[in-house]
């Protein structure tokens, strides 16, 4: 059974940065994609950025310049770095990854950005 770990999330200013890790841990922990997804509240979850095969990465355009995806497939660790943070990209923000046997995601961490 795999299990994702998130950490890093918090209150900050706007303009301010964040970095939101994601640990996967048990067996069969090497991925072929991780990414991020987020929900605000009414609002239906999104894909804020993904890491694949062959390294590809690809983003929200919400976020196009402000986050990086970073991490380890075959470890099964992803972070996202995140500057220049507006009150609009406050959620919850989840870890997400899937493998052969399957698709796993994490509890969820919040992000709350103050104007």
């Known amino acids: 059974q795999v299990q994702l770990v998130e950490s890093g999330g918090g209150l900050v200013q706007a303009g301010g940065s964040l970095r939101l890790s994601c640990a996967a841990s048990g067996s069969g922990i090497s991925m072929n994609a991780m990414g991020w997804h987020r929900q605000a509240p009414g609002k239906q979850r999104e894909l804020v950025a993904q890491i694949a095969i062959g390294d590809s990465r690809n983003y929200a355009d919400s976020v196009k310049g402000r986050f990086t995806i970073s991490g380890e497939r075959a470890k099964g660790t992803v972070y996202l770095q995140m500057n220049s943070l507006k009150p609009e990209d406050t959620a919850v923000y989840y870890c997400?990854?899937?493998?052969?046997?399957?698709?796993?995601w994490g509890q969820g961490t919040q992000v709350t950005v103050s104007s």
């Open positions: 997400n990854a899937r493998n052969w046997r399957g698709v796993y």
